[in-house]
């Protein structure tokens, strides 16, 4: 993959991303392109194009546990992923005990994805075990373009008195793509698990929206 404005191991040998956001990218170049990874996806949409894990698995050997509510998206992660994935309400579950289910023993894991819609991206927040498990790399999607800044601030209060640091603020999708799309995600580290000179390098925040192309890209 050329042209990457943050380049990490194994970089050069890839193809192409999946995620709708670069949220993929993100991630391998926050932990430099770590192999055998874990994550904890909150809503996984489609198996592979706009999927945040699809690469990190298929090309990164990483592992996770996803869940879903959609059944027909659950099928497809069924007959198509190797991870672990459950179809239920998102708001609703019990992460220790899915994780367990999931075999992800460790309490410091990789990656937390957390895409819903609205009130439940953030309530979904609040009930993972953030008091015994710590997340390098987490995407939120607060879709500030359609609510306004209600769930991007409240995520972003609870974040920070956890210990994470924003490392890129106010990300859109492609607008060629998803031309009605504003700010919707944000993304944050646990600066105990992600080298400090690589925050400070891929650290973007302010106010202003930014399409991600134009941050992953040179």
């Known amino acids: 993959m050329k042209n990457l404005r943050f ?9 192409k991303n999946y995620s709708q956001a670069g949220q993929d990218l993100f991630v391998l170049a926050a932990l430099n392109g770590k192999r055998n990874g874990t994550y904890l996806e909150v809503g996984a949409g489609p198996y592979a194009y706009t999927n945040n894990t699809f690469l990190l698995e298929t090309e990164f050997n990483w592992r996770g546990v996803s869940v879903e509510y959609n059944e027909v998206y659950f099928n497809d992660h069924k007959s198509n992923r190797k991870h672990h994935i459950e179809l239920v309400d998102g708001t609703k579950v019990d992460y220790r005990e899915l994780l367990h289910r999931g075999n992800i023993q460790e309490t410091n894991i990789d990656y937390l994805s957390l895409d819903l819609d609205n009130v439940n991206t953030l309530t979904a927040l609040y009930n993972i075990p953030m008091d015994t498990h710590k997340f390098a790399t987490i995407t939120y999607e607060h879709d500030a ?26 990300i859109t999708p492609n607008q060629s793509e998803f031309p009605n799309t504003g700010s919707f995600e944000d993304w944050w580290v646990h600066p105990d698990l992600v080298d400090r000179e690589i925050i400070n390098r891929m650290k973007s925040i302010g106010e202003g929206s930014k399409e991600w192309n134009a941050y992953i890209y040179k």
């Open 7 to 15: 380049e990490f191991n194994g970089s050069e040998l890839l193809e």
């Open 145 to 170: 373009y359609i609510y306004g800044p209600i769930y991007k601030e409240a995520s972003a209060r609870y974040l920070l008195e956890k210990g994470y640091e924003l490392v890129v603020s106010n």
